[in-house]
């Protein structure tokens, strides 16, 4: 049953050859028999799994409506409201955090029959590249146990990657989708801004957040999105537009399609990547696509501004983690201002607090003009360049990361992690819908990713794209050898 995509799990039971309880048990029991070494989740919600489980028994052989999710099982990031779950964002701060809504997400996803099997790990309140920086544990690469998952959705993907589950869902604000999703050898997907509701999704860089879903193939990912692409009355940044059809009149070949690479901006590529990011351009060639230069150049300083705005953003949004409202309490607290300042210094840790403190900076009256308002206006630029580039292209391609997946504890400087998210960032700056898509593995067999970028709110044909992508590149191997087995 884990070689089978999600589509082939619901068909299989709309055509009553499956149960949504065998389902259920089935991945619960992967879960189970994996997960002590990987460490993908952090809370398993197996009672609720298999209640929504037998409710959709019921409704099917009532003849009900069961979903077009329908019995589809789900890992949830967790910093993803659940109704009466803990939502955790990996950090002590809210081991006690009971969510009092749904997301939108879930609601969602519970009305057409998903089933949520639990939520899971990332670096804490989405802030990093590895999942090093989860409060509770790391969480490991499937293809190798001593490499990192990336992140900061290390817990979705390498969930989705050893088959424990068939979807999983992440926030990327400047990547944490498609980066982890590349170094785990599955499709993840950035949506357009705006096109996924952000309600109930814990902010992070409000400008920049989108929940985008994972997925062993790029045509779950267009199922999910038919779904979960809609608007929402609860998120002001939600776009009012009708939902799309991603699965039918599919691309059938790249002819007349053209693909803008930044040949100048990916100069200095790692030979590897380079190598397999060739391969790629290849492939998309031999099946009728135009490769044109285009120039990106200005893509240099996207991690400085992402940086800037990110930390910004993040510095506001969590000021609401006070002590008071939400969260752990300091014991050791006496007096008001007591409980804020012990409250964050214990809750918080080190790469939220670093992160905290540089977006107060970027924003104090002496030095936002420098940094803040120069950020945006670089910004700016950036999405101009992007719609240049888009008025001679369909789609731009780069590599999913400049490197494949690193050891545990191997990258010491902030600055290198902060560089992992190189060619991740420019999708959110711009707003546009961006995918990872595995393109194959480097000599040590760690995964390697393609990325495609669009035009905003071309979402249907990127996606589509990338199904064609996979289709033709056929990667012989699809699940980690270690977990290919019952
Ligand atoms: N790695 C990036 C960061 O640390 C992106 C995180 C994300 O997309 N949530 O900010």
């Not at 939400?326 to 809750?347: H, M, Q, V, W």
Request: proline share 5%; charged share 25%.
């Amino acid at each position: 049953m884990y070689r089978k995509s999600a589509i082939e799990l619901r068909d299989l039971f709309l055509e009553k050859k499956l149960t949504a309880v065998e389902i259920t048990t089935y991945f619960l029991n992967r879960i189970e028999k994996y997960d002590r070494e990987l460490k993908c989740y952090i809370n398993v919600l197996s009672k609720r799994a298999l209640n929504t489980a037998k409710k959709l028994d019921e409704k099917l052989k009532n003849n009900e409506r069961v979903g077009r999710l329908a019995a589809i099982p789900i890992a949830i990031k967790d910093n993803i409201h659940i109704l009466d779950e803990i939502t955790t964002c990996a950090s002590q701060f809210l081991t006690n955090y009971r969510a009092p809504f749904n997301s939108t997400l879930v609601e969602i996803l519970e009305s057409e029959g998903a089933i949520i099997l639990g939520k899971t790990n990332l670096d804490e309140f989405a802030m990093g590249s590895s999942c090093e920086d989860s409060s509770f544990f790391p969480t490991k690469n499937p293809w190798n146990l001593s490499c990192v998952p990336g992140g900061s959705s290390g817990g979705s993907t390498a969930s989705v990657s050893a088959r424990l589950t068939p979807i999983g869902f992440g926030s990327d604000t400047g990547g944490s989708v498609r980066q982890p999703s590349a170094f785990c050898s599955v499709v993840g997907y950035k949506p357009s801004y705006g096109r996924v509701s952000r309600y109930g999704l814990v902010a992070f860089g409000s400008s920049l957040d989108q929940i985008g879903p994972i997925a062993t193939n790029a045509k779950d990912i267009g199922l999910i999105m038919e779904a979960i692409g809609k608007h929402c009355k609860k998120d002001s940044t939600s776009l009012n537009l009708p939902q799309e059809i991603y699965l039918e009149n599919m691309l059938e070949s790249f002819k007349n399609i053209k693909i803008g690479v930044p040949f100048h901006f990916l100069e200095n590529l790692n030979p590897s990547i380079r190598k397999n990011f060739d391969a790629s351009l290849e492939i998309l060639k031999q099946n009728g696509a135009e490769i044109i230069d285009i120039n990106l150049d200005i893509l240099k300083y996207s991690i400085a501004v992402y940086y800037v705005i990110a930390t910004a953003e993040a510095s506001t949004n969590l000021a609401r983690f006070d002590g008071i409202r939400y969260g752990k309490r300091s014991k050791n607290a006496k007096t008001l201002n007591d409980i804020y300042k012990l409250s964050r210094e214990e809750g918080f840790g080190e790469e939220v607090k670093k992160r905290i403190m540089l977006g107060t900076y970027v924003l104090s009256s002496g030095y936002k003009n420098a940094y803040y308002k120069k950020a945006q206006k670089v910004r700016t630029m950036i999405i101009k360049a992007f719609a240049d580039a888009f008025s001679t292209c369909d789609f731009v391609c780069t590599p999913a990361t400049p490197n494949t997946c690193f050891e545990f504890d191997s990258i010491k400087n902030p600055i290198d992690m902060y560089r992992q998210d190189l060619f991740t960032v420019p999708a959110n700056i711009a707003g546009i819908p961006a995918i990872s898509i595995p393109s194959g593995f480097d000599k040590d067999n760690k995964p390697i990713a393609f990325q495609m970028f669009a035009p905003q709110l071309h979402d249907v044909r990127l996606v589509q794209a990338a199904s064609l992508f996979e289709k033709k590149i056929n990667l012989k191997l699809k699940i980690p050898p270690l977990f290919d087995k019952e």
